[in-house]
């Protein structure tokens, strides 16, 4: 693909996930010094990589997740948990995938993401007393 090619394809993959107002907003009030920045982004990380199909948007958001969580990269991690919910993520698939980051990235990094999941939840009006499936009793 022409690098044209793979900024539409790009742009059509970041407003999937994170929403066209996100995106037209980070798009929009780029400056001189970061205008660059966002085409890099939309071509490379969303065109290339989003844009590709071996793994779904799903799989990819819990790809993400993960490796956000194990850098510290908070803002980013909020940014992927509310890309995750659109792309259709469940709440058990989240909190497993979480768990999952406490066990292979340290206790820390699983409190963070459960702390910055909490809020991302509460922002979006999710109430996962009544949305979540009963746990897994541990026997």
Not at 49 to 62: F, P, V, Y
Request: charged content about 25%.
């Amino acid at each position: 693909m022409a690098d044209r090619e793979l900024y539409e394809v790009g742009l059509q993959s970041r407003k999937r996930v994170l929403g066209e107002a996100y995106v037209e907003n980070a798009i929009n009030n780029a400056d001189a010094f970061s205008k660059g920045f966002q085409a890099f982004l939309t071509e490379y990380c969303w065109g290339h990589i989003w844009g590709r199909t071996a793994l779904s948007d799903k799989q990819r958001s819990l790809n993400n997740l993960c490796l956000l969580s194990a850098l510290n990269r908070q803002h980013e991690f909020r940014t992927h948990l509310k890309g995750a919910i659109t792309n259709g993520c469940t709440l058990e698939e989240i909190r497993d995938t979480l768990m999952q980051v406490a066990v292979y990235c340290g206790v820390p990094a699983g409190v963070e993401a459960f702390r910055i999941a909490r809020e991302v939840f509460r922002e979006e009006k999710i109430d996962v007393d009544v949305l979540m499936q009963p746990p897994i009793d541990a026997a």
